[in-house]
């Protein structure tokens, strides 16, 4: 035997164009010419026939030339058709394998058959090659097409699970931000139930101080008599008043209401304001349709926000502007200003940072006394630092 080692190999079929490449165990020329003739223009394939006579040359030609088809003699002076195809099919399970012999017993061509031999064809009967060797082709093709097809329909099978894994990993990674999501949302519901709370009780236990303080002040009025500084402390009680009853609204997730519109002196209001708070205001008259229980309210809550954050009214100071049909008041402050990527968010419901005040819900009733007004409401940066609120109410109109 051939010292060189056989690595078994997969079939592969004929391809269009390609020989039909037969490997013929025969030791006898004449018989192997008689082979030849029957096949040659009886398969849909050019044939290509290596013929050898010996184990090592039949065991070489398997390594090498790796068949299509082979065909063998049942007994040979030094070898013979089985242990020939026990070789072959160790090393090319799948080529097919026929006996072509001059003599064979029916109980020995029933054995060959029996271990895995394709079939036999006897030398006197070799118009049968063809038919037998055409079918054994395309018996081993549909077979390797099975094959393939099943190993498709595997690796498929795989990829459809490592798919459905995958679905599966992602419905539970989703089932877990659905879930923590739902606890977040609970928790600010709960959160937001508090405030409401807070606010509502706040604003119910500062009413009774402020019932009080409203019924001192008219006592105190009646018996001394009216002086301004009594006047102040009534309106900055009625203010207070207002901002409660607004608290109290907003806890209940109601708009600022009851806006009283008729002719006013903003310039007016604005005086009073900076006179209360300590800081600078301009000394125009300036005539609006408004509420002005509603704007003093407004431009307390801006003032009382640029003091705080300033650290001083003498920081802090008013300006107003005219602008094609709108009075524009300014509260401009010099302190550390207002971080752009908080601008959009400062009149937020809740919202609450040094930048945007303290209650976290002065500027929100700022922005919608403003807008009930028809007006706007924004916040700048201060040249040379700080922040700048600008409020810009409508002018009458001639109508009006």
């Not at 070898?79 to 072959?88: I, K, N, P, Q, T």
């Not at 300014?330 to 752009?340: L, N």
């Not at 002065?362 to 630092?385: K, R, S, Y």
């Amino acid at each position: 035997m051939s010292g060189t080692p056989l690595v078994q190999g997969a079939y592969r079929s004929v391809q269009p164009g390609e020989a039909l490449r037969i490997l013929h165990l025969e030791d006898n020329e004449l018989d192997h010419e008689l082979v030849v003739f029957h096949l040659d223009g009886e398969v849909p394939w050019d044939v290509q026939i290596t013929r050898v006579e010996d184990e090592v040359a039949f065991l070489d030609a398997l390594r090498d030339d790796q068949p299509h088809l082979i065909l063998s003699d049942f007994a040979l002076p030094t070898y013979d058709g089985l242990s020939a195809f026990r070789a072959a099919h160790a090393l090319l399970p799948d080529v097919p394998f026929i006996i072509v012999t001059g003599a064979m017993g029916e109980e020995t061509a029933v054995d060959t058959l029996r271990e895995g031999v394709t079939d036999y064809i006897l030398k006197q009967r070799l118009e049968r090659l063809a038919p037998a060797v055409k079918r054994a082709i395309a018996e081993v093709d549909a077979q390797v097409s099975r094959e393939l097809a099943e190993q498709e329909v595997r690796q498929l099978n795989r990829d459809l699970k490592t798919r459905l894994d995958e679905v599966e990993r992602l419905r539970n990674v989703a089932e877990r931000q659905s879930q923590r999501l739902e606890i977040q949302a609970r928790q600010l519901e709960e959160a937001l139930n508090m405030q409401k709370t807070f606010l509502a009780e706040t604003s119910h236990e500062l009413r009774t101080p402020l019932t009080a303080l409203h019924g001192y002040l008219r006592r105190a009025e009646r018996e001394v008599g009216g002086s301004q500084t009594l006047l102040d402390a009534q309106r900055v009680a009625e203010n207070m008043t207002r901002l409660v009853n607004d608290l109290l609204q907003l806890s209940r997730g109601e708009l600022v209401q009851s806006i009283e519109m008729h002719f006013m002196n903003l310039g007016h209001l604005l005086r009073q304001v900076g006179r209360d708070f300590g800081v600078r205001a301009p000394q125009d008259n300036l005539e609006i349709v408004g509420d002005p229980g509603r704007l003093t309210q407004v431009f307390v809550n801006l003032v009382t926000n640029a003091v705080r954050v300033s650290g001083s009214p003498d920081k802090v100071h008013l300006e107003v502007g005219s602008r094609p049909g709108e009075i524009e008041v300014r509260v401009v402050d010099h302190g550390p200003g207002v971080p752009d990527n908080v601008k959009p968010k400062i009149f937020d419901k809740f919202y609450r940072g040094k930048e945007a005040g303290s209650a976290g819900l002065g500027l929100t009733i700022a922005q919608q006394v403003v807008t009930a007004h028809g007006g706007t409401i924004d916040v700048v940066d201060t040249p040379g630092g700080g922040a700048t609120f600008r409020v810009r109410l409508p002018l009458p109109e001639e109508d009006d």
